[in-house]
């Protein structure tokens, strides 16, 4: 059974920085990422990194967020290095693998959240 296990979440000032982790417990994963829900807003993707280290993230991260994989295989593990942090980062931050367990099928899976808040 596949648990995605995170860490680094925060209180932290404006300016600061933060490194969340995420690692998926069991079978291949493919796409990994992370998405962020601030209270009343619905969850959006912040970064996205394929089994090739192919990486995207969204226009309001670029430049101050950053998402890796570890290696070598099985790459299982997910970071997102956040700098220059500022107050509008504050949401739950969840880690989200599409990975195969037991079998050739692929599925999502999601992390329980990691709180990150920017704050004075």
């Known amino acids: 059974q596949m648990q995605l296990m995170e860490s680094g979440g925060g209180l932290v000032e404006p300016g600061g920085s933060l490194r969340l982790s995420c690692t998926g417990s069991?079978?291949?994963?493919?796409?990994m990422a992370w998405y962020r829900q601030a209270p009343g807003k619905e969850r959006e993707l912040v970064a996205i990194?394929?089994?090739?280290?192919?990486?995207?993230?969204v226009d309001s991260v670029q430049g101050r967020f950053t998402i890796s994989r570890e290696k070598p295989k099985p790459k299982n593990t997910v970071h997102l290095q956040m700098k220059d942090l500022k107050p509008e980062d504050t949401a739950v931050y969840y880690c989200?693998?599409?990975?195969?367990?037991?079998?050739?099928?692929?599925?999502?899976?999601w992390g329980q959240g990691t709180q990150v808040t920017v704050s004075s």
């Open positions: 989200n693998a599409n990975a195969m367990v037991g079998g050739p099928s692929e599925f999502p899976y």
């Open positions: 069991a079978g291949i994963i493919n796409r």
């Open positions: 990194i394929d089994s090739s280290d192919n990486s995207k993230d």
